[in-house]
């Protein structure tokens, strides 16, 4: 248990710096690229866009299961919030499963685009690396995701979970943090 | 290759109608609907060439067969329409060579500098019967299920600028805005100016701004894109030359019946001469457009021999390069196609 | 089947779930029924053609500027520079918000950001005076919508992406100045009668020396603009490199000059940023595949005709538009709704006559409104999660807003020179 333990908070520390570091090496490639130009004429920053668009894709995909665990995923929760307790909870459940599945099911159909990039042997403009690098990301992330999703389901099962609804792991629903107490009536302009 | 990724997703409408009842000598051909995706939009030169190329089937084949023209935008971007065509989503597309996304690096040997003949007429030539391309580099596609059937030309690039580009040292210091890739560093940097990739939607501003200083297009498509209001001069330079292929997906061609093949080679055959008018046509309205434009005045600078022997003169050590540093290039095909040019430029 | 489909992603959508599972599971959907021959793969790239545009790129960096400057002081510095002046006249504080939300959207881009730098301080502020809290947040919530008017603008840079051939980004942003000043002047007229209907006490008067303090402290962040705007304009970056600009001048004022952030706290707001921009762009990518497959079955030809017909005046077109992104941006993220729905209009919208850039401006602000008005506007809840207030508290006031700029609304269809005046 405490091997697992070690792993969970070793991976979250990998993609929080991945995360963290894809965002500042987008900063100064394209900074770099601006100053390069703009003072020294010079192209020396001519990879400025190509690791760019690799870092993007990067922190998108693996930014997946992150958002997940901290239960940050954008969706429109005004229906969700009114709900009780109880109905919140098995709706929590249900989304976090299925969503689960279809990351797994993506995961499954993006392998497949990979290989298909792998054998084509397509190589990037600028660079030329094999453009399956960067592409081989998308599964990871959908495969990382999906087991983060079955994690967020699974928790809503626990016992610490007996008078909490869990969005992601390391997010308990806002909802039971504060009692709100507002009526249809105190609507008015 | 120097292909613009321009357009809007202005799709097609008409759905296609190819099931109606065939004419008199469809008992020939069997009844069936191709799609035919290009680059550009309606009134373009490749987009015109697949409306043509569309009639010109439907008529031969006794209205059996259906070719539906598409415009860019409507399949996605210009890597997607190769993609679509190499898996047999669409039949045929008409592309540049450099948007096969790195798939074969010899496309590249259409953006060397000074490589091909000056004169558009002796490029057609080369394009329609070299050897080294429709045998040897149409193979290298072949191994991607992309059958190029036909190169040809949609004139060539010019260089817009302020400077009034003259000589490879007006170059010096300027920010030239084009696909960038080691082969287009080295191209420019020959000439002592560097390259910036810039997309598209920012182009215009950008030269209207001179954060990028220069670009290349063919006449036809500066006028429509009006970069000639935000630049003082163009240089009809002939340093290469706006490449098209006419391509077709490989097992869906291996896989037609023999007649039918012979009416697609046949027609793509004759398209050889109507597309060479065509973009000549295109390309001397557009001329004649910037002209006109009292309002932006342009000037318009066509190299003399003497000046194109200096860009010769500069550009050839970078076709070493590309022979022998070029990641992934087929050298034979160079050599050949090499051979095949000075012939022709030897008539 | 194309409606039950849709039925079943606005299902999906109003049960909470991810707004990316709708925007992945419809196009794959279709595909599996529609083009089973097709090889899935064409599909899947489109997760990466939807991200790996150039232009984007200004999305996690504009939020990363923004980021830096919530965490340090330029947000504080812009209050008060801005209370000094204008905070004693009657309705001052309300004016001050919407100044400063102004300002700091001119210098950011973001919305969320904008509500949070601005609005966090300011609720207190305004309480204090004597407002009801669903006053001052519907104040924030609508003042917070210009930062997507006045340049920088997200909301602009995806549009042109969208619209494609050649719509300038920075022509949009200049267009955007005349109707991002005339909501914040509406507002601060409402603001100024709000204040002598409901009696709002007077806050004290800022004397001069104090004033010019004021304002020798903010002269920094007041800068931001001006290098951002003359920066593109005198052409030494283009609007998605401004994105990076900023970043530069948000680590030089806040880690460099006022020593408010540590060099090594900006890895932790590069993580926010990061899972900001992870949330984001995954429902970019799935806008992606639904808008291909979309493209591929010429539905968007369909929609055009069926709600335009075949043709349609200028003024009917931005019309049917306005209502298209305001209801569509009510519901879902107006980065998305932008992605999806530009690429419908703009033709039959150039073939109408209508000036792209105007259309821009129209769509910009149409994403803005809807984006922040109920039932389920996105920036009710970010308000709603940042002050950790109720729904229906967040909502009660927003109604006159919501008014002001449907008016501003049709006087921008009705006068496009609103828009184009100044390019
Ligand atoms: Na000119
Ligand atoms: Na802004």
Redesign the pocket.
């Known amino acids: 248990m405490k091997v697992f333990q070690l792993l969970d908070k070793f991976i979250m520390k990998l993609e929080e710096f991945i995360l963290s570091f894809s965002i500042i090496l987008i900063s100064i490639m394209i900074v770099g690229n601006v100053i390069a130009r703009e003072i020294f004429n010079s192209g020396a920053f001519y990879f400025a866009y190509e690791v760019s668009k690799f870092a993007i894709v990067i922190a998108t995909f693996i930014g997946i299961s992150y958002a997940a665990r901290k239960g940050r995923h954008i969706s429109m929760s005004a229906f969700y919030d009114f709900a009780p307790f109880k109905v919140r909870k098995i709706m929590m459940i249900i989304i976090n499963f299925v969503t689960a599945i279809v990351m797994f099911v993506m995961a499954y159909f993006t392998f497949n685009f990979v290989m298909f990039e792998y054998e084509t042997g397509a190589i990037t403009t600028s660079l030329e690396v094999p453009r399956y690098f960067m592409s081989v990301i998308i599964p990871i992330g959908f495969i990382s995701a999906g087991i983060q999703f079955l994690r967020n389901t699974f928790i809503n099962f626990t016992k610490k979970a007996k008078d909490k609804v869990y969005l992601g792991i390391d997010a308990v629903d806002y909802n039971d943090e504060e009692k709100k107490d507002i009526k249809m009536e105190d609507i008015s302009i | 290759g120097g292909g613009e990724e321009e357009g809007t997703d202005e799709g097609n409408s008409g759905e296609d109608s190819g099931s109606e009842g065939g004419e008199e000598a469809s008992g020939e051909f069997e009844e069936q609907s191709w799609q035919f995706v290009t680059e550009e939009l309606k009134g373009e030169v490749q987009y015109e060439y697949a409306a043509e190329f569309a009639k010109r089937i439907n008529e031969k084949s006794g209205g059996a067969i259906t070719v539906e023209p598409l415009e860019y935008g409507a399949l996605g971007s210009e890597v997607d329409q190769a993609q679509l065509l190499q898996q047999g989503g669409v039949q045929l597309a008409v592309m540049s060579p450099g948007f096969t996304g790195g798939q074969v690096p010899d496309g590249q040997i259409f953006s060397l500098h000074y490589f091909f003949p000056s004169d558009q007429e002796k490029v057609q030539e080369v394009l329609t019967n070299s050897e080294a391309l429709n045998t040897d580099l149409r193979a290298k596609y072949e191994e991607h299920s992309i059958s190029p059937l036909a190169f040809w030309t949609e004139g060539a690039m010019a260089w817009t600028s302020n400077v009034g580009i003259e000589s490879p040292s007006d170059w010096e210091g300027l920010n030239m805005r084009v696909q960038e890739s080691p082969l287009m560093r080295e191209t420019y940097d020959a000439y002592g100016a560097t390259v910036q990739s810039l997309s598209w939607s920012e182009l215009y501003t950008a030269l209207d701004r001179e954060t990028v200083d220069a670009q290349e297009n063919p006449l036809f498509f500066i006028e429509s894109a009006s970069f000639h209001e935000v630049q003082d001069s163009i240089t009809i330079s002939h340093h290469n030359n706006y490449v098209a292929m006419t391509t077709v997906n490989t097992e869906w061609y291996n896989g037609l019946d023999d007649n039918v093949k012979q009416l697609v080679d046949e027609t793509v055959a004759e398209m050889q001469d109507w597309v060479f008018d065509e973009q000549k046509a295109q390309n001397e309205a557009g001329l004649e457009a910037i002209k006109a434009d009292e309002e932006n005045p342009t000037e318009i600078i066509e190299l003399t021999d003497e000046q194109i022997a200096e860009f010769k003169k500069a550009a050839e050590p970078v076709h070493e390069y590309y022979k022998n540093e070029v990641e992934g290039i087929d050298p034979a095909i160079y050599d050949k196609l090499k051979e095949e040019i000075a012939a022709v430029e030897g008539e | 089947m194309l409606t039950t489909l849709l039925s079943i992603m606005i299902v999906l959508l109003l049960l909470n779930f991810p707004m990316m599972i709708p925007l992945i599971i419809a196009p794959v959907i279709i595909m599996l029924i529609y083009n089973p021959n097709l090889s899935m793969d064409l599909l899947m790239k489109q997760l990466l053609t939807g991200i790996e545009s150039p232009v984007l790129l200004c999305v996690p960096l504009f939020i990363f500027a923004a980021d830096i400057m919530t965490s340090g002081k330029t947000s504080q510095r812009l209050l008060d520079f801005i209370g000094a002046f204008v905070g004693h006249i009657r309705g001052g504080y309300a004016v001050t918000t919407a100044a400063a939300c102004t300002l700091f959207?001119?210098?950011?881009?973001?919305t969320q950001a904008t509500v949070v730098a601005i609005g966090r301080p300011m609720r207190e502020k305004l309480l204090k005076i004597g407002y009801r809290d669903s006053s001052a947040i519907a104040l924030i919530i609508n003042s917070s919508d210009v930062?997507?008017?006045?340049?920088?603008?997200i909301g602009m840079i995806i549009y042109a992406l969208a619209a494609g051939s050649g719509v300038s980004v920075g022509d949009l942003f200049i267009a955007g100045i005349i109707p991002g000043i005339m909501v914040f002047l509406a507002f601060a007229i409402y603001s100024v009668i709000y204040a002598k209907v409901k009696n709002i006490p007077l806050a004290e008067k800022v004397s001069w020396p104090d004033r010019f303090k004021f304002f020798r402290k903010a002269l920094l962040p007041l800068g931001f603009p001006v290098i951002i705007v003359g920066g593109i304009y005198m052409g030494y970056f283009t609007p998605v490199e401004a994105s990076g600009i900023s970043v530069l001048y948000a680590i030089i004022l806040e880690v460099l000059v006022y020593k408010t952030i540590p060099w090594k706290k900006l890895p932790s707001i590069a993580l926010s940023t990061g899972l900001v921009t992870s949330a984001v762009f995954i429902l970019v990518a799935g806008g992606q595949l639904f808008t291909w497959v979309l493209g591929y079955a010429r539905i968007p030809q369909q929609i055009t005709e069926a709600v335009l017909g075949s043709d349609p005046s200028a003024m009917y077109v931005l019309l049917i538009v306005s209502i298209f992104f305001f209801v569509g941006c009510m519901f879902v993220d107006p980065i998305v709704v932008i992605l999806i729905l530009t690429p419908i209009f703009v033709p039959a919208a150039e073939t109408a006559g209508v000036d792209l850039i105007h259309l821009g401006i129209i769509v910009t602000f149409q994403a803005a409104l809807g984006s922040a008005t109920p039932p389920f506007g996105v920036d009710i809840f970010t308000a709603s999660a940042v002050f950790k207030k109720p729904y229906l508290e967040v909502i009660r006031s927003t109604p006159p807003f919501i008014v002001i700029l449907l008016v501003i609304g049709a006087l921008l269809i009705l006068f496009p020179q609103l828009s184009l005046a100044l390019i």
């Open positions: 959207g001119a210098i950011s881009g973001s930062a997507l008017l006045v340049p920088p603008s």
